[in-house]
């Protein structure tokens, strides 16, 4: 019996886990398909009842994927997905959302996300998910790759204030949230969705965190979502399609890092000392 999962409670009062499931670059390849729906459904069992997706991720087939992986338990679920910039207007928001919510096999989503800044005005997007939400498609909305400017444009709008996360890549060897974005969004109570958490496994070679994953009794994976996860108001959204890595990424909830750790941590992967633009997958 795993332990309980932690959550993050958003600001409208629906309850996230702290750790999610994502979907990039799934469905790319039919070998995998098996695997890939047995991970998410692993990771559902274990509580990992996050799943975030995307209308870009594999055109739309990852959307089709988790279909499958969530059919016949979608009340479990708390279902993320994304509409594209160049698609956010009034009207293409809608039929993005329609698009997504008949992939998905689905008649709403819990959040839905504007994927990057783009062309179309934030005010319009923000129209939109609002109309959307007032139609029961949409439970919640928010944004991605938001950096701290772009928040304080949003907060500023008409609605904008009901924004409930924003999803940014944060990983040890991404770390210009923490000099502002996380500090501003932690005080506003507005969660942090972290992409990427592992750095598509490119950071698992690194002998810092080799070394503490042996002092520790775990794996490098697990050091760093357990130092992405270590604070207040942040949850990863790690991709898997093995449910051996999924178990792997669950039990990082058992880690805990001390003050050695996170000072040998800061040495190979310094914190930011200046603002620095956000970065982007
Ligand atoms: N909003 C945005 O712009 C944006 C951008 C990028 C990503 N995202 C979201 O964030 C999610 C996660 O980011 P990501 O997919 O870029 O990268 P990630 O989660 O940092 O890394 C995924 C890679 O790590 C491997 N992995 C996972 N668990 C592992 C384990 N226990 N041991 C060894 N390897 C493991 C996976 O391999 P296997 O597949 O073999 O398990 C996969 O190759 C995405 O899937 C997507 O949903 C959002």
């Known amino acids: 019996m795993p332990s309980p999962m932690p959550t993050i409670t958003l600001p409208s009062s629906d309850v996230i886990p702290v750790l999610g499931q994502g979907t990039w670059h799934l469905a ?3 070998a995998r398909r098996p695997s890939e729906i047995a991970a998410l459904r692993h990771g559902l069992d274990a509580g990992m009842n996050l799943i975030d997706t995307a209308e870009m991720y594999a ?32 009207q293409g928001t809608a039929r993005a959302c329609e698009a997504s919510l008949r ?6 989503l819990d959040l839905y996300l504007l994927h990057w800044r783009g062309p179309v005005p934030l005010a319009e997007t923000v129209e939109a998910f ?3 939400q007032a139609g029961g498609l949409i439970r919640n909305w928010g944004v991605s790759n938001f950096d701290v400017g772009d928040m304080a444009e949003l ?13 940014v890549l944060y990983n040890l060897s991404r770390r210009a949230p923490e000099f502002e974005l996380i500090p501003v969004c932690q005080e506003l109570n507005i969660p942090i969705m972290a992409y990427s958490p ?9 002998p810092v965190l080799r070394d503490i994953a042996a002092r520790r009794d775990a794996s490098p994976v697990q050091i760093a979502l357990a130092w992405v ?19 792997e990424n669950r039990a990082a909830l058992g880690v805990e890092l001390d003050r050695d750790d996170l000072a040998a941590l800061d040495a190979e992967f310094p914190p930011p000392l200046h603002p620095q633009p956000l970065e982007m997958l």
């Open 59 to 90: 055109d739309g087939d990852a959307e089709i994927l988790v279909g499958e992986a969530i059919a016949g338990r979608r009340e479990q679920v708390f279902l993320v997905s994304k509409v594209l910039p160049h698609h956010a207007t009034r």
């Open 103 to 108: 992939r998905l096999g689905t008649d709403r």
């Open 198 to 206: 592992i750095e598509q496994g490119r950071i698992l070679g690194r």
């Open 229 to 247: 996860l270590r604070q207040e108001g942040v949850c990863a959204i790690p991709r898997a399609s093995r449910p051996d890595h999924v178990d």
């Open 130 to 132: 609002m109309a959307l």
């Open 155 to 167: 907060l500023s709008l008409p609605g904008g204030n009901e924004v409930q996360t924003d999803q």
């Open 28 to 30: 790319e390849n039919r």
